[in-house]
């Protein structure tokens, strides 16, 4: 039993993972085509892409690489947790 739900856990923090990364359901929401940094790119200066502000934000800046490592540490942990689960 306890590898079920160590099995069930692992696909549940991969799923979490995949979300906040770039292409993710809530990750996509932050780039220049997502509602948030769509919205961001429509008011420009700073908030733009390239601006002060909004270049924060990309996979590159200090919040959004922050996150998008945190995305990818949650999701290979979950990968992790599955193969574990699932060992003869």
Same mark, same amino acid.
């Given at each position: 039993?306890?590898?079920?739900?160590?099995?069930? @856990?692992?696909?549940?923090?991969?799923?979490? +993972?995949?979300?906040?990364?770039?292409? %993710? *359901? /809530? #990750? !996509? $929401? &932050? =780039?220049?085509?997502?509602? @948030?940094?769509?919205?961001?790119?429509?008011? +420009?200066?700073?908030?733009?892409?390239? %601006? *002060? /502000? #909004? !270049? $924060? &934000? =990309?996979?590159?800046?200090?919040?959004?690489?922050?996150?998008?490592?945190?995305?990818?540490?949650?999701?290979?942990? %979950? *990968?992790?947790?599955?193969?574990?689960?699932?060992?003869?």
């Amino acid at each position: 039993m306890y590898d079920k739900v160590k099995d069930k @856990a692992g696909e549940v923090l991969e799923n979490v +993972g995949q979300a906040f990364t770039e292409g %993710g *359901k /809530v #990750g !996509k $929401q &932050f =780039t220049e085509d997502g509602k @948030a940094g769509g919205t961001a790119e429509e008011i +420009g200066g700073p908030l733009d892409k390239h %601006g *002060k /502000v #909004g !270049k $924060q &934000f =990309t996979t590159d800046g200090a919040v959004g690489g922050r996150v998008e490592k945190a995305a990818e540490k949650t999701r290979e942990a %979950g *990968k992790d947790a599955q193969k574990e689960a699932n060992k003869p």
